[in-house]
């Protein structure tokens, strides 16, 4: 069963302000409009003005400066050059990849994936789970999240293995536009179904990298959440010092 559901009132503010950095109207090194001025731009209270900021806080847009207020950031950096688990996630052949689809259906909305989409806890959305292998052994568990407004007219719903990557399939059939993606990097232990797709022993954690892909305006289109063992696992980075 498909629906839409409105985001809430401090996402839609979020995004408004997102578009606006787009646009320059809050050009990057600026200070966005203080709280008491969002407030009264958009006749939305306090607590909606400041639940917004932080969202735009946490995924990188704007930033507080001690003694200048909120500060215009820009748009987050594109992660594909930095990290490829978010390009592939999006382009992905299941057709094609080593490994299986073994999931697809309508499931309840997890926590984070609720917060990133702007949906109530208890909303149904569409869920693909494909489990990457490498010389047969699982090595990574896909699972991507998508609203259900973007799913009618498309192929997402088949339990057939998708021809082409997610994003090519929408940007096709749905005429939207994949503009920014923001990595979430976090460690927690699998629930029973992932630790046996994963084929982890009991206690072993695992490293959940939170996909979220977004169009210019900010609205997310696709989140996927990547889990990765962390007993097989070796992160690096390098990073210029200012």
Not at 6 to 28: F, S
Not at 30 to 36: A, F, I, L, Q, Y
Not at 159 to 183: P, Q, S, Y
Request: hydrophobic share 40%.
């Amino acid at each position: 069963m498909a629906y839409e559901v409105e985001p809430p009132k401090y996402v839609r503010l979020a995004q408004t302000i997102q578009r606006r950095i787009e646009e320059g109207t809050y050009p990057p090194g600026t200070r966005v409009p203080s709280e008491n001025q969002l407030v009264q731009a958009f006749g939305m209270s306090r607590p909606t003005v400041v639940r917004a900021l932080e969202l735009l806080k946490r995924d990188g847009w704007v930033e507080s400066r001690q003694g200048f207020g909120t500060i215009v950031r820009g748009r987050p950096a594109v992660v594909e050059q930095k990290d490829r688990r978010g390009s592939e996630a999006l382009t992905r052949d299941e057709s094609q990849a080593a490994g299986r689809l073994v999931e697809v259906g309508y499931v309840p909305v997890p926590v984070r994936v609720a917060s990133a989409l702007g949906l109530p806890k208890r909303a149904e959305i569409l869920m693909r789970r494909f489990l990457v292998e490498e010389g047969g052994e699982p090595v990574e568990l896909v699972s991507s999240y998508f609203p259900a407004g973007l799913v009618e007219g498309t192929e997402l719903e088949s339990a057939d293995a998708l021809t082409g990557g997610t994003r090519a399939h929408l940007e096709t059939r749905k005429k939207v536009r994949f503009d920014h993606v923001t990595e979430r990097v976090s460690a927690r232990l699998p629930e029973r179904a992932e630790a046996e797709l994963l084929d982890l022993p009991e206690g072993v954690p695992v490293l959940s990298v939170l996909v979220v892909a977004c169009d210019a305006s900010g609205q997310a289109l696709q989140v996927s959440d990547v889990l990765l063992p962390a007993d097989r696992q070796e992160l690096e980075d390098t990073y210029r010092l200012n």
